[in-house]
C-alpha cells in the first residue's frame, strides 16, 4: 500500500485528524508541551515540504507515529548537555575529573557518542535512545514500537557493540572506566 499526499487539503485532514493525538503521544518522551507541538509541526512541515516526493508504504498513522517518536528521541538526543554529564562525572568519578577534563573533553565525547549512534539504523537508534535516553525497559520498547523483545535485545546488543567499537580510541585513555561506564550507564 503505497499512499501519496498531494493536496492541501489531504494534507489538512491528515493534520486536524493526527495533530493533537501525537502531541500527546511525544509528551510523555519531550516531557514539555511547547517542545511536543514543535517537534509534532516539525514532521508535518517536512511532509508537506516533501509532499510530492514522499510514498508512504504504510498507513499514514504509523507513519506519524513512528516519524514523531523518532523526532522527539532526535530532539532529546542534541539535547544531552556537557554539563550534565560533567555533574555526573562529578558525583561518580570525584577524584577522576581533572583526568577527563585534560584527558577527554567532555564536549569530543559527546560528539564521539552522537556519531556513533549516526551509524545506527533508524530502527537500531530509535530502540538504543527509547533505552538510555527514555529509560524504557526492553518490554515497554517493543510494546510501544510494535515489535519482538527479542528484536528489541538484538538491536539493544548490537547498538552496544557498534558503540564500543566507535568509541575505541577512548577506551585506550587513562579514563576507560568512565567512557564504559558513559556508554552503559549514561542515557539511563
Not at 7 to 15: D, G, Q, S
Not at 97 to 111: F, M, Y
Request: some cysteine; charged content about 30%; aromatic content about 10%.
Amino acid at each position: 500500500m503505497s499512499q501519496k499526499i498531494c493536496t492541501e487539503a489531504e494534507f489538512n485532514e491528515l493534520f486536524n485528524l493526527y495533530y493533537e493525538e501525537l502531541c500527546r503521544i511525544v509528551m510523555p518522551v519531550v516531557k514539555d508541551a511547547d517542545v511536543a507541538e514543535d517537534v509534532v509541526q516539525d514532521v508535518f512541515v517536512k511532509m508537506w515540504t516533501r509532499r510530492y516526493e514522499l510514498v508512504v508504504n504504510t498507513t499514514f498513522k504509523a507513519y506519524l507515529y513512528k516519524a514523531v517518536v523518532f523526532r522527539a528521541l532526535d530532539h532529546l538526543r542534541k539535547q544531552k548537555n556537557a554539563q550534565k554529564a560533567s555533574d555526573e562525572l562529578k558525583a561518580v568519578y570525584p577524584q577522576s575529573h581533572n583526568d577527563v577534563e585534560t584527558g577527554i573533553e567532555e564536549k569530543e565525547l559527546t560528539e564521539a557518542i552522537n556519531v556513533g549512534m549516526d551509524k545506527m539504523s533508524e530502527n537500531m537508534r530509535m530502540i538504543f535512545q527509547l533505552s538510555r535516553f527514555s529509560g524504557l525497559k526492553n518490554r515497554e520498547i517493543a510494546e510501544q514500537l510494535d515489535i519482538s523483545i527479542k528484536t528489541v535485545e538484538s538491536n539493544m546488543g548490537k547498538a552496544l557493540k557498534l558503540m564500543h567499537e566507535h568509541l575505541k580510541p577512548f577506551l585506550k585513555t587513562s579514563a576507560s572506566t568512565i567512557v564504559f561506564w558513559l556508554l552503559h550507564g549514561y542515557f539511563k
